[in-house]
Every structure is written in structure tokens, then in C-alpha cells.
């Protein structure tokens, strides 16, 4: 099998895999509630927080939907600034939220002053923001952000930190974010198919106020079995005998030089990609740590060399489709991107690179 250098589903290592085949237990067992319970102290760490962290056995989007309906009630402000918050957005247009947005071209961040300006110019119950823009490798600035939620205390931060956490430290506390939600195929290196989100006090007092919640993504419902360390409904869990192994491994190696590997890693892609004569795609100082996105300024033929290195054990990454189709549209350089991310190492990350520039020369 190839190995994944593609930015989610991520490599899984195979002590995971195992735990995927622990025996079934009852989902309403002591011995379930000793494994769910085991969770929480992990997952707290890796938010760095005192909230809750739910888990959903839905992919991420699942908990995109929960934020949207258990927190707004009408009005919404999205920051779009790459695929996945623009697709965030037409979730909440599909959740019939009166959806507002600050739109920027693909490639930038999220400023604090935008954020400040709309906040201040009208009335919203939740500002939704995706921190680590996987399509385009942009990561916005939180700290900045942060500053200006807390001029705006009545109003929700919501924040997808879907392919950053576990790989850039996000200190949910400090920085204040009411609802931070993530995949589990991304920088936690799991199998997909489970996603996690640290959610604030004030979100389950507003999602008392809110109609329409349905079930299965209710936050009240899940926290209502989250106190009594059982899900509402019947989990994947294989899919927590795996998290509960990941959380292990995570612990030995430490959050911080789980943190320091990321940014060493992307460290090396960017300048490697730039010694190659490549062009990063990020604005300048947004690249982010977990998924460098490069213009193929070279104009390589980056779908067949992908071929060609699947052949060889490794699964790469052409560029984002929808992306590249623009870029083709407006005549400039395509993007193919590197993920750095989960369990991944920098020696791995190396023999990839060493790999891939055979079809530069
Ligand atoms: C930033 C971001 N948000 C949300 C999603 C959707 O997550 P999922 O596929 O787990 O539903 C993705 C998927 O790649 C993503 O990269």
C-alpha cells in the first residue's frame, strides 16, 4: 500500500490499525464507560482545555452542522476563505441560517480587523471561521482573532480546526473559542470516521434557547451521555479503541515536539519546494504546518508523476480540484500540495521529497 503524504485521510500506523480490531463490547457496559471515560483527559490536553469534548462517530462535517444548529438561531457570519469554509457556509445556508460572509480569495487568511468591522457593523449570534484552510494551506491567526472575539463577548467563536488539530497547538481556553471541532483522518492520524469538539458553557445555554436542533447532532443530547461517559446513541467503537491508542502515543511523544515535528516538517517542504524553484501559494506568513500548498510555477504534469508514485509507495497530492480548475480558468500556475501531518516524520517527509524531485531535473 502507498503511504499517504495527502492531506487527509493522513497514514494511520499500524498499532492503530490494531486496536481497530479490539472484540466488541456493549456500548452499555462498564467496560465501555471505563473506555470513554479514559478519553476525556487526552482529548482535554489536546484542546488545551476545561471543557467538554464530545465526540461524534460522524466525519468533522457532522459537527459542522451541530454548531450551526444547536448555536444559531438566525443570523451567522462565515469567514470563507478557500473550499472547505466556503462549503462550512453553504451548510449553514442549507440549515436555513441567514448566512453572512467576509470573502476572500482563495490563497489569504482570515484578518482580525475584517472580523472586527463586520462584528461591529451588525448583529450575529456565532462567528464561524476555518483555522487551517486545507485546500489552499492557509492558516489563519487565532491569537489575532481571539483579541477581537473578546470585544464582541456576546457573540459564539466557532472554529474549525479540522486538519490543525493535534499538529498546531490551538489553546481553546486562552484564546477563548466557544466550539472547536476536528477530524479525526487529519493531523490525529486515525482512521476517519470520528470527530471531536471542545465545546464552551455558554454553547449549551444558547443551544437551550435554539429550536430546530434535531437529534443526532444535538449538543444537549450528547452531553446529556457524555456525564454519564456513554454517547445517546450506538458509537463505532473500534473507532474509540483506536482514539484511545492514539491518545497514548500522543502522551509519549509529548504535544509540544508533537508540535515542533509539524513545524519542522513544513519548515523543510517550504524551503525545499522554494530551493526547487517553486513558489508558495499561501500569502506570505500564512503558510501553515500541517499541508504545504505550492505553485507549480514549473508546470509539471503533477497528475501523471502522481500516478507514477503511487506505483512507488507513495499517494500524493495533485493540487485541490476545484482550485486548480480556477487557477487553470484565470491562466496561472496550478497547485499540488505536501501534507505534513499526524504521525509523519521529517525522515519520511525527506524520502518523499528525494523522490519527488527525480521528476524535476
Ligand atoms: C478544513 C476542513 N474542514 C472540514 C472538512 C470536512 O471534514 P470531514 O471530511 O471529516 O467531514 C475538511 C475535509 O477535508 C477540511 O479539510
Excluded at 88 to 98: G, H, L, T
Excluded at 129 to 138: D, I, L, Q, R, Y
Excluded at 295 to 304: P, R, Y
Aim: include cysteine; charge should be neutral; glycine fraction near 6%.
Amino acid at each position: 500500500m502507498a503511504k499517504l503524504f495527502i492531506p487527509g485521510p493522513t497514514e494511520v500506523r499500524k498499532d492503530i490499525l490494531d486496536a481497530l480490531s479490539h472484540p466488541q463490547i456493549g456500548h452499555r457496559t462498564e467496560e465501555f464507560r471505563d473506555l470513554f471515560a479514559g478519553l476525556r483527559p487526552g482529548l482535554k490536553k489536546i484542546f488545551h482545555t476545561d471543557n467538554d469534548v464530545l465526540i461524534s462517530t460522524s466525519s468533522g462535517s457532522g459537527f459542522w452542522e451541530a454548531a450551526i444548529r444547536c448555536l444559531v438561531e438566525e443570523k451567522v457570519l462565515h469567514a470563507t476563505n478557500g473550499s472547505f469554509s466556503k462549503k462550512w457556509a453553504k451548510v449553514s445556508e442549507a440549515c436555513a441560517k441567514d448566512v453572512k460572509k467576509i470573502e476572500y480569495a482563495w490563497g489569504d487568511a482570515v484578518k482580525a480587523e475584517d472580523v472586527d468591522k463586520a462584528l461591529s457593523e451588525e448583529k450575529y449570534e456565532a462567528f464561524c471561521m476555518v483555522h487551517n484552510e486545507t485546500s489552499t494551506g492557509v492558516a489563519s491567526d487565532l491569537e489575532a482573532i481571539s483579541k477581537v472575539m473578546k470585544k464582541h463577548p456576546e457573540v459564539l467563536w466557532i472554529v474549525d480546526a479540522v486538519s490543525s488539530l493535534g499538529g498546531i497547538k490551538i489553546e481553546v481556553d486562552r484564546l477563548g473559542i466557544d466550539f472547536c471541532l476536528a477530524s479525526s483522518q487529519k493531523a490525529l492520524a486515525l482512521p476517519a470516521g470520528i470527530a471531536v469538539a471542545s465545546v464552551s458553557k455558554r454553547c449549551y445555554e444558547k443551544a437551550e434557547k435554539v429550536k430546530g436542533k434535531g437529534y443526532y447532532f444535538d449538543i444537549l443530547e450528547l452531553k446529556k451521555a457524555y456525564d454519564k461517559d456513554e454517547t445517546p446513541y450506538t458509537p463505532s467503537i473500534p473507532h474509540l479503541y483506536a482514539l484511545k491508542k492514539q491518545l497514548e502515543r500522543i502522551e509519549k511523544e509529548g504535544l509540544e515536539q508533537r508540535y515542533a515535528r509539524h513545524s519542522e516538517m513544513a519548515d523543510y517542504v517550504r524551503s525545499w519546494a522554494e530551493s526547487k524553484g517553486f513558489e508558495l501559494f499561501p500569502e506570505n506568513g500564512a503558510e501553515s504546518d500541517t499541508v504545504t500548498c505550492i505553485k507549480n510555477t514549473k508546470g509539471i504534469d503533477m497528475k501523471s508523476i502522481k500516478k507514477d508514485m503511487a506505483k512507488k509507495g507513495y499517494s500524493i497530492d495533485s493540487g485541490y480540484g476545484k482550485l486548480n480548475e480556477q487557477l487553470e480558468k484565470e491562466g496561472k500556475p496550478t497547485t499540488f500540495r505536501i501534507a505534513h501531518m499526524g504521525d509523519l516524520t521529517l525522515k519520511e517527509v525527506q524520502e518523499l521529497t528525494a523522490e519527488l524531485e527525480k521528476y524535476f531535473r
